[in-house]
């Protein structure tokens, strides 16, 4: 959206109001192969309502030139990390209660983030989950829908107080986000972790770039 010119606040706010598509298209999917945790479903939620709704109100009041390549060298930081542990995101592993509680404190940190600007956050809470989390990349997908819905609403709000909506960019984008969750969460199950994790990798590092010389 921002490459075919919409200005950055309407972007942003045609986007929180078109991923609640992407929230429920693949939620019945996770569901039947239980893929959600529901124990961290809570927490989370009420983390992302508050720090969308933070972010939000940040972007509503303030402009965002530099994001594009900060956001562009953090998210290529992290593909090392995912080297080094073959595992990550593959298997469930065992976290402790202190990981437990600090991964809920920058889930809302990032949630501010992703209220603020979205671009490139998605790889923020996919590490989160893993790191803080133990959560395979499938567990991930299903259970980041509802806390992602509850994010996105808090977004809505601050836009939809501040009139920063366009109804025909809106018939446009929540059909295509619900049409290509549903089918993505079909495949994604099908491929499994491993597969995943390959081309969430090739995907972090061709975005990474591209925010970065843009």
């Known amino acids: 959206m921002l490459f075919v010119g919409i200005p950055p606040q309407l972007a942003m706010a045609t986007h ?6 992407w929230r429920l298209g693949g939620l019945r999917q996770f569901l039947k192969a239980n893929k959600i945790v529901w124990k961290f479903v809570l927490p989370l939620s009420i983390a992302a309502f508050l ?16 994001l594009n390549k900060i956001v562009g060298f953090l998210i290529l930081f992290f593909i090392p990390f995912s080297l080094i542990k073959k595992n990550l995101g593959v298997e469930r592993t065992e976290i402790s209660k202190t990981r437990e509680y600090v991964g809920y404190f920058i889930y809302f940190l990032v949630s501010v983030w ?18 803080f989390f133990g959560l395979t990349i499938l567990e991930i997908k299903g259970t980041d829908k509802i806390p992602g819905m509850f994010l996105d609403i808090g977004a809505i709000i601050i836009f939809f107080i501040n009139g920063i909506f366009n109804p025909l960019f809106l018939l446009a984008f929540v059909p295509g986000t619900f049409l290509g969750a549903t089918l993505g969460a ?8 491993r597969w995943l994790r390959v081309i969430i990798l090739i995907t972090i590092a061709l975005m990474s770039l591209k925010l970065i010389f843009q």
């Open 51 to 66: 720090g969308a709704t933070v972010g939000a109100y940040i972007l509503v009041s303030t402009s965002e030139e530099l």
């Open 16 to 21: 929180s109001v078109g991923a609640l598509g």
């Open 186 to 193: 079909k495949y994604a199950i099908k491929l499994g972790d």
């Open 114 to 131: 992703a209220g603020f600007f979205a671009a490139g956050t998605g790889i923020f809470f996919l590490y989160l989950y893993m790191w």
